[in-house]
């Protein structure tokens, strides 16, 4: 995946609890957004799709995913140890009334 410009529609999967990173999905399409981008690295990728599958069966039924983007990305740990991690990036945008 090429890194685009940061997006205030982008949430970033971390360690929190899932219900955090669908709350701030929630707001993003309260706010105007027509589209959220999740993203997420290695193992959180699971929690990113759990995110987008709640927020669309639960909270905002009118929403699809668009599109789902998968790749591969590079980081450099503190010991200078270049690793390779899996990476997800779910589109989400609400349907056209």
Do not use: C, H, W
Not at 47 to 69: C, F, G, H, S, W
Request: proline residues 2%; without cysteine; hydrophobic residues 40%.
């Amino acid at each position: 995946m090429t890194e685009e410009k940061k997006e205030d529609n982008t949430i970033y999967v971390g360690k929190k609890p899932a219900m955090g990173y669908i709350l701030a999905a929630l707001t993003q399409f309260n706010n105007g957004a027509k589209e959220v981008v999740i993203k997420a690295r290695g193992k959180l990728t699971a929690k990113a799709i759990t995110v987008a599958e709640v927020l669309r069966n639960r909270y905002v039924p009118d929403a699809v995913v668009k599109d789902v983007k998968i790749g591969t990305e590079e980081l450099t740990g503190e010991d200078g140890k270049v690793s390779r991690v899996s990476a997800i990036e779910i589109s989400v945008s609400k349907k056209e009334a």
